[in-house]
Each structure stands twice: as structure tokens, then as C-alpha cells.
């Protein structure tokens, strides 16, 4: 069984699958077009985001709680440079926006990938990806396919392993907090290396501006949604509530 792909997308998916538990292609599409890891995508795990968030809303966040998010980054993408990973994010992010609206081009369209998963990655990646697969789960895909949105089988590997099938909204949800931390640590915000009560103000404004949703309290008008906004955007991208993810995390961390 195999797949085609443009030059921007092989080199999407060996950035995955370099930040992922697999040590093949085949085996990440095996594993994302079977259905039985939801969580192998970097945009699934660009969830971290709004768990992260939801934890921490409000308060004053420091080193110590900004040390916390790279180990959680180091568990998730082998990535404990939190600058690093929200770049990387970042860039899936924005190549699903594009992707959607049809305008993904080459790789210059898209934010640059950090050298440490470039290394990983490789390049000049083959367009032309073959999944080795027994039967039943050759079956289980082609299943997968014929009862979903996609014309062909091809496509609907595609947007499984780069995580494209994700809700638009909730994707361009994490990009506003994506874009709102990046800000953060390139000291954009006076604070001395520090998030304050007036940062969280700034992401609760710009979450009603973009999508109607108040994160901490009422205003004048707009919808209230304290925990649910950030909850139900973990929970989509990581798969799982978020407890449930936690009690994954090793103790440790």
C-alpha cells in the first residue's frame, strides 16, 4: 500500500515522525490511518497548549512553570526547549491553515523547522511513502477510508498522519494561544521573564475578539466559557480529557 505526497507534506510527516515513538514512516501511517494512535500527530499534541493554559490560567507564571511546560514538551516531541516546540507548532499550525484553504506551496510558504528537528528529520524525502501492512489491517484502512470524507485512500492517510482532520476552529484556538506564549518569551511582555495577571487579560481579549468565547469572566457581551474552551481543546487535540492524559504523564514530570 502506498501514498503520494507533495515535498511540503513528506517533509510534515518526517518532522512527526521524528518527534514521535515510531521509527519508520510505515509504521506511523500504520498506526494514525488504522486509528489506533490519535495522539501521533504534531498538531495532536500541540494540545499541550490548552492543557498547559488550563492549569495555569491566571496565575503568575515564571521559570519554574515555564520549566514544567519543557518537560511536558520533552515527553510529548523529545523537544525541551519550549521556544523550539511552539515553533514547531507553529509552523503545523499554519500549514493547516493553508492546506485548507488551498494555498500550501512549498516549504518557504511555512515558518522555518528547528535545527534539532531537522537533524532528526533528514531531508530530500521520498514523495512516494509505502506502509507495510498484514491484511486485516490493509482491510481496517481501506475500511477507514470508504466510510469517511476523503475521495480516496490516499488523502485520507494524508490528512490522518499531518493531523489536518482536526476541527479548523479549535486549531486556529491554538494558534491564538500559541501566538500569545511565542509573544511571551521573545519578551514582548515587560514582566521580566515573567506572565502576569494583565498577559492572561491580553489571550482572554483576543479569545473573545477572534471566537466569542471569555475564558475568565463575563464582559459586556460575548459568551462565557471558563473552562470549557480550554478543556474541550485539549481534550480534541490530545485525544482525551485532561485527566486522563495526565494521569499518562509520568510522575516524574
Not at 521580566?192 to 482572554?204: A, N, S
Request: with cysteine; proline share 4%; charged share 25%.
Amino acid at each position: 500500500m502506498s501514498i503520494r505526497l507533495s515535498r511540503v507534506q513528506a517533509a510534515l510527516l518526517a518532522e512527526a515522525v521524528a518527534c514521535s515513538r515510531y521509527r519508520s514512516r510505515s509504521a506511523y501511517l500504520r498506526a494514525v490511518a488504522t486509528g489506533r494512535d490519535r495522539r501521533a500527530p504534531i498538531l495532536a499534541k500541540a494540545g499541550i497548549l490548552f492543557f498547559w493554559s488550563r492549569a495555569h490560567f491566571g496565575e503568575t507564571i515564571g521559570p519554574e512553570e515555564q520549566e514544567n511546560l519543557g518537560r511536558l514538551g520533552r515527553f510529548l516531541f523529545g523537544i525541551g526547549d519550549v521556544g523550539e516546540m511552539l515553533a514547531l507548532i507553529w509552523r503545523h499550525l499554519r500549514a493547516a491553515r493553508l492546506a485548507a484553504s488551498g494555498r500550501l506551496g512549498g516549504a518557504e510558504s511555512l515558518p522555518p523547522v528547528p535545527k534539532r528537528v531537522q537533524q532528526r528529520a533528514g531531508s530530500g524525502l521520498s514523495t512516494e511513502v509505502s506502509i507495510r501492512a498484514c491484511r486485516e489491517r490493509k482491510r481496517l484502512i481501506r475500511e477507514n477510508a470508504a466510510y469517511s470524507a476523503y475521495s480516496g485512500m490516499s488523502g485520507f492517510v494524508r490528512h490522518l498522519a499531518l493531523g489536518w482532520d482536526r476541527n479548523r476552529e479549535i486549531l486556529a484556538r491554538c494558534a491564538a494561544i500559541a501566538e500569545w506564549m511565542k509573544g511571551c518569551l521573545e519578551g514582548q511582555v515587560d514582566l521580566e521573564g515573567q506572565v502576569g495577571p494583565e498577559d492572561w487579560k491580553r489571550l482572554d481579549g483576543e479569545t473573545h475578539r477572534r471566537f466569542g468565547v471569555y475564558l475568565s469572566g463575563p464582559g459586556a457581551s460575548g459568551r462565557v466559557d471558563v473552562e470549557g474552551a480550554l478543556r474541550r481543546g485539549a481534550r480534541h487535540l490530545l485525544g482525551a480529557a485532561p485527566e486522563t492524559f495526565a494521569s499518562r504523564v509520568p510522575a516524574e514530570l
